[in-house]
Protein backbone atom coordinates (compact mmCIF):
# COMPACT_ATOMS: atom_id res chain seq x y z
CA UNK A 1 0.00 0.00 0.00
CA UNK A 2 0.85 3.36 -0.77
CA UNK A 3 1.91 5.64 2.16
CA UNK A 4 -0.44 8.47 3.01
CA UNK A 5 2.09 10.90 2.71
CA UNK A 6 2.51 10.02 -0.82
CA UNK A 7 -0.69 9.47 -1.59
CA UNK A 8 -2.10 12.95 -0.19
CA UNK A 9 1.01 14.31 -2.31
CA UNK A 10 -0.52 13.00 -5.39
CA UNK A 11 -3.80 13.71 -4.65
CA UNK A 12 -3.01 17.44 -4.34
CA UNK A 13 -0.29 17.96 -6.83
CA UNK A 14 -1.01 19.27 -10.31
CA UNK A 15 0.53 16.73 -13.22
CA UNK A 16 3.14 19.03 -13.45
CA UNK A 17 4.61 19.01 -10.04
CA UNK A 18 4.00 14.89 -9.95
CA UNK A 19 6.03 14.75 -13.71
CA UNK A 20 8.60 17.21 -12.57
CA UNK A 21 8.34 18.81 -15.93
CA UNK A 22 8.99 22.29 -16.76
CA UNK A 23 5.70 22.72 -18.77
CA UNK A 24 2.92 22.63 -17.10
CA UNK A 25 0.23 20.00 -17.86
CA UNK A 26 -3.54 20.18 -17.85
CA UNK A 27 -3.26 23.25 -16.16
CA UNK A 28 -6.52 24.51 -17.34
CA UNK A 29 -8.60 21.55 -16.41
CA UNK A 30 -11.05 22.19 -13.62
CA UNK A 31 -12.24 18.15 -13.10
CA UNK A 32 -10.76 15.09 -12.39
CA UNK A 33 -12.64 14.23 -15.35
CA UNK A 34 -10.72 16.74 -17.60
CA UNK A 35 -7.49 16.09 -16.04
CA UNK A 36 -7.84 12.50 -17.41
CA UNK A 37 -8.93 13.48 -20.53
CA UNK A 38 -6.23 15.69 -21.09
CA UNK A 39 -3.33 13.69 -19.51
CA UNK A 40 -4.83 10.90 -22.12
CA UNK A 41 -4.00 13.53 -24.93
CA UNK A 42 -0.75 14.37 -23.03
CA UNK A 43 0.50 10.77 -23.44
CA UNK A 44 -0.40 9.96 -26.65
CA UNK A 45 1.53 12.76 -27.56
CA UNK A 46 4.61 11.86 -25.24
CA UNK A 47 3.93 8.00 -27.12
CA UNK A 48 4.16 9.04 -30.05
CA UNK A 49 7.48 11.49 -29.88
CA UNK A 50 9.09 8.44 -28.12
CA UNK A 51 8.16 6.12 -30.82
CA UNK A 52 9.70 8.52 -33.39
CA UNK A 53 13.19 8.69 -31.34
CA UNK A 54 13.02 4.80 -31.49
CA UNK A 55 12.47 4.67 -35.46
CA UNK A 56 15.00 7.34 -35.98
CA UNK A 57 17.31 5.17 -34.10
CA UNK A 58 16.17 1.73 -35.84
CA UNK A 59 17.43 3.51 -39.03
CA UNK A 60 20.95 3.02 -37.93
CA UNK A 61 21.22 0.16 -36.21
CA UNK A 62 22.42 -3.15 -38.04
CA UNK A 63 19.69 -6.35 -38.46
CA UNK A 64 20.91 -7.86 -35.06
CA UNK A 65 21.14 -4.85 -32.81
CA UNK A 66 17.27 -3.67 -34.09
CA UNK A 67 15.94 -6.94 -33.08
CA UNK A 68 17.75 -6.82 -29.84
CA UNK A 69 16.52 -3.00 -29.62
CA UNK A 70 13.02 -3.84 -30.49
CA UNK A 71 12.87 -6.13 -27.74
CA UNK A 72 14.30 -4.20 -24.98
CA UNK A 73 11.73 -1.57 -26.41
CA UNK A 74 8.81 -4.29 -25.97
CA UNK A 75 10.30 -4.73 -22.45
CA UNK A 76 10.64 -1.19 -21.73
CA UNK A 77 6.86 -0.95 -22.34
CA UNK A 78 5.50 -3.60 -20.36
CA UNK A 79 8.12 -2.09 -17.58
CA UNK A 80 6.03 1.07 -17.64
CA UNK A 81 3.06 -0.61 -17.21
CA UNK A 82 3.58 -2.71 -14.73
CA UNK A 83 5.25 -0.31 -12.69
CA UNK A 84 2.66 2.33 -12.31
CA UNK A 85 -0.11 -0.37 -11.63
CA UNK A 86 1.74 -1.54 -8.75
CA UNK A 87 2.81 1.68 -7.79
CA UNK A 88 -0.61 3.49 -7.84
CA UNK A 89 -3.35 0.83 -8.03
CA UNK A 90 -2.81 0.39 -3.93
CA UNK A 91 -4.49 3.87 -3.53
CA UNK A 92 -7.75 1.66 -4.15
CA UNK A 93 -10.65 3.17 -5.70
CA UNK A 94 -9.66 6.88 -4.98
CA UNK A 95 -11.07 9.76 -7.59
CA UNK A 96 -7.16 10.15 -8.30
CA UNK A 97 -6.05 6.58 -9.26
CA UNK A 98 -6.56 7.44 -13.16
CA UNK A 99 -4.94 10.82 -12.68
CA UNK A 100 -2.17 9.41 -10.79
CA UNK A 101 -1.47 6.51 -13.33
CA UNK A 102 -1.57 8.57 -16.24
CA UNK A 103 1.10 10.79 -14.67
CA UNK A 104 3.56 8.23 -13.77
CA UNK A 105 3.38 7.08 -17.52
CA UNK A 106 4.08 10.27 -19.02
CA UNK A 107 6.81 10.17 -16.24
CA UNK A 108 8.57 7.46 -17.49
CA UNK A 109 7.83 7.85 -21.03
CA UNK A 110 9.69 11.74 -20.86
CA UNK A 111 12.45 9.82 -18.69
CA UNK A 112 12.76 6.80 -21.64
CA UNK A 113 13.14 9.50 -24.13
CA UNK A 114 15.87 11.23 -22.51
CA UNK A 115 17.67 8.41 -21.33
CA UNK A 116 17.50 7.19 -25.57
CA UNK A 117 19.27 10.47 -26.26
CA UNK A 118 21.96 10.08 -24.04
CA UNK A 119 22.74 6.39 -24.69
CA UNK A 120 22.73 7.24 -28.45
CA UNK A 121 23.99 10.38 -29.14
CA UNK A 122 25.24 10.27 -32.16
CA UNK A 123 22.70 7.99 -33.77
CA UNK A 124 20.28 10.80 -32.83
CA UNK A 125 22.27 13.63 -34.41
Not at 8 to 31: E, W
Not at 57 to 74: I, N, Q, V
Amino acid sequence: MIPLMVFLQIATARPAQVVNDSTPLCSDAHTTSQTETCLRGELSRRDMALKSVEAALLETFDKSTATRFKTASAAWRKYREAECAAAYTSIGPASVTGTALLVCKIGLTTARQKVLRDLYPTELK
